[in-house]
């Protein structure tokens, strides 16, 4: 079982920066695959950015790429977003998401582990 804990999540100007936090135990922080997901009001959860279990692979959805940063410290038990150029369109709950089976996910069913998220809400 791996326990997932967001944090980091509040009210920003869009233009603006906020950095989110998800701390996981239960496993070897390692071997975990880790994702961002948001989910707004109203539409589907979505894939947001995914970092593999060494950190040397990354992948971004379109709308989120070149302003968005996800990255780890396995020492920390700790997977990061840095979200820049915050649009009012990023508003969401954003969920980190874990899994051991895959070495780099984008889709919900590949994860195993989810936090319980982060209220971001980007003003206009």
């Known amino acids: 079982q791996v326990q997932l804990l967001e944090s980091g999540g509040g009210l920003v100007q869009a233009g603006g920066s906020l950095r989110l936090s998800c701390a996981a135990s239960?496993?070897?922080?390692?071997?975990?695959?880790m994702g961002w997901f948001r989910q707004a009001p109203g539409k589907e959860r979505e894939f947001v950015a995914a970092?593999?279990?060494?950190?040397?692979?990354?992948v971004y959805a379109d709308s989120v790429k070149g302003r968005f940063t996800i990255s780890r410290d396995n020492a920390k038990n700790t997977v990061y977003l840095q979200m820049n150029s915050l649009h009012p369109e990023d508003t969401a709950v954003y969920y980190c998401a874990a899994t051991t089976r895959v070495v780099l996910a984008t889709r919900i069913k590949e994860y195993d582990y989810w936090g319980q998220g982060t209220q971001v809400t980007v003003s206009s």
């Open positions: 970092i593999s279990w060494s950190g040397g692979s990354t």
């Open positions: 239960g496993r070897t922080f390692s071997r975990i695959a």
